[in-house]
């Protein structure tokens, strides 16, 4: 899979899909950075900030399972970040199902951090899908864990969530598309 450098609000991001998710962040009103800081062996590709801060890595992928996480969660731990959630987004939206927790459009996976739970600090992160959530402002919570909304910080056990229509998703993720489409390194 190729990586065409893409600009996005003056911004020059290292690929297409990265650009692309930027501009789905900015569709939800989510602040966020772009590559924020440097960790021991690794740049985070975004921070979102929110109720609570977030890194995102960003990798085309459409499972968790294929996510080398060894090297991300190392640099966590070796940092003054440890403890700072982690979301993993890939190369589209996709439907959770009722089987994997809470139902509904998915951006990812979520490392929740539970330091209390385990005796390896690496696997004090657990990751379920991160589902949206939208009341009224956009958010998303962990599928299996706190349905605290990591945007907004609302978290009324499940009752505060409003779970979009994947249609609804899947337009601004179709709009964010457009937004950087045709915008490489000789776009201005």
């Given at each position: 899979?190729?990586?065409?450098?893409?600009?996005?609000?003056?911004?020059?991001?290292?690929?297409?899909?990265?650009?692309?998710?930027?501009?789905?962040?900015?569709?939800?009103?989510?602040?966020?950075q772009?590559?924020?800081?440097?960790?021991?062996?690794?740049?985070?590709?975004?921070?979102?900030?929110?109720?609570?801060?977030?890194?995102?890595?960003?990798?085309?992928?459409?499972?968790?399972?294929?996510?080398?996480g060894?090297?991300?969660?190392?640099?966590?731990?070796?940092s003054?970040?440890?403890?700072?959630?982690?979301?993993?987004?890939?190369?589209?939206?996709?439907?959770?199902?009722?089987?994997?927790?809470?139902?509904?459009?998915?951006?990812?996976?979520?490392?929740?951090?539970?330091?209390?739970?385990?005796s390896?600090?690496?696997?004090?992160?657990?990751?379920a899908?991160?589902?949206?959530?939208?009341?009224?402002?956009?958010?998303?919570?962990?599928?299996?864990?706190?349905?605290?909304?990591?945007?907004?910080?609302?978290?009324?056990?499940?009752?505060?969530?409003?779970?979009?229509?994947?249609?609804?998703?899947?337009?601004?993720?179709?709009?964010?598309?457009?937004?950087?489409?045709?915008?490489?390194?000789?776009?201005?």
């Open positions: 899979m190729h990586s065409y450098l893409t600009i996005y609000k003056h911004v020059r991001y290292r690929s297409r899909l990265e650009a692309k998710w930027a501009a789905f962040f900015d569709l939800l009103g989510w602040r966020h772009y590559e924020p800081f440097d960790l021991k062996g690794w740049i985070p590709d975004f921070l979102i900030r929110g109720h609570k801060e977030v890194l995102v890595e960003v990798k085309p992928i459409g499972d968790i399972e294929q996510f080398e060894p090297k991300f969660l190392n640099a966590l731990v070796q003054d970040r440890y403890g700072t959630e982690l979301l993993v987004v890939g190369h589209t939206i996709f439907k959770a199902n009722e089987s994997e927790g809470k139902s509904g459009p998915a951006i990812g996976w979520l490392g929740e951090f539970f330091k209390d739970k385990a390896d600090p690496k696997e004090a992160y657990w990751f899908k991160a589902i949206l959530n939208r009341n009224p402002n956009w958010g998303f919570f962990h599928a299996l864990g706190s349905y605290e909304d990591r945007i907004t910080g609302i978290h009324e056990g499940d009752h505060h969530l409003v779970i979009p229509s994947d249609q609804e998703v899947q337009l601004l993720w179709a709009e964010a598309g457009n937004e950087v489409q045709w915008k490489g390194k000789n776009a201005s």
